[in-house]
C-alpha cells in the first residue's frame, strides 16, 4: 500500500468514526465491568484500598498516555515503560481488549495528522503485540489534530498533543 493510500484509508476511516458516533461516554467491557474511558490527561481509576476490588485490577498501569516528539511516531524510554506496565496487566486480564488514539499537535496538514496519528497507534500496538498481546485484542485509531489535550500554542502544549491514548473497551 503506497502512501497516498494509507492517507486516504486514514481520511475514511476517521470519517466513519466520525460518522458512526465514535465518541463512547460508558462502555460494558469484556470482562463485563463498566470501567470509564480514559483520555488524555487524565490516569486510569485505580482500585487500591477499595473494599472487594479484584487484586489484579492494583497493578493497573497509572497512566494510559505515551508522548511522542515532534513529527515522530518513535516510542522513548519512558513510552515502552508505559508500554511494558499496560503488557503486564494485559497478560493479566485475557480477556481485555484496547483501543489505541493516535493524536497530533494542530502543525501539518489535517491529512499528514491522521497518517501520522495512525503510524503513532501502529507504533503502540506493534511495541504490545511484540510483547506477546494478541493484535486481534488491539484496535487503532487516528484523530489527527481533532482532539487536542491543550487547545494553546507553543511547544509546551503542543507536546502534550503528540500522544497516543490506551482506552479499554
Given amino acids: 500500500m503506497n502512501h497516498r493510500q494509507q492517507i486516504t484509508l486514514a481520511i475514511m476511516l476517521a470519517a466513519s468514526m466520525v460518522f458512526a458516533g465514535c465518541a463512547k461516554k460508558n462502555v460494558v467491557n469484556a470482562d463485563g465491568s463498566n470501567k470509564p474511558i480514559v483520555h488524555a490527561g487524565q490516569q486510569m481509576p485505580s482500585t487500591n484500598g477499595v473494599a472487594g476490588a479484584n ?30 506496565a499496560h503488557a503486564a496487566w494485559l497478560r493479566n486480564h485475557p480477556t481485555m ?68 491514548d490506551i482506552v479499554t473497551r
Wanted: hydrophobic share 35%.
Fill in 55 to 84: 487484586n489484579m485490577d492494583a497493578v493497573r498501569p497509572s497512566t494510559n498516555v505515551i508522548y511522542f516528539a515532534f513529527n515522530s511516531s518513535a516510542i522513548d524510554a519512558a513510552g515502552r515503560a508505559v508500554l511494558d
Fill in 97 to 164: 481488549a484496547i483501543t489505541i488514539e493516535g493524536n497530533c499537535d494542530q502543525r501539518g496538514s489535517r491529512e499528514y495528522n491522521l497518517a501520522l496519528g495512525q503510524e503513532r497507534a501502529n507504533a503502540v500496538r506493534g511495541h504490545l503485540t511484540a510483547q506477546g498481546i494478541a493484535s486481534s485484542r488491539v484496535d487503532t485509531v487516528s484523530f489527527g489534530e481533532e482532539r487536542p489535550a491543550c487547545t494553546g500554542t507553543g511547544e509546551a502544549c503542543w507536546a502534550q498533543n503528540r500522544h497516543a
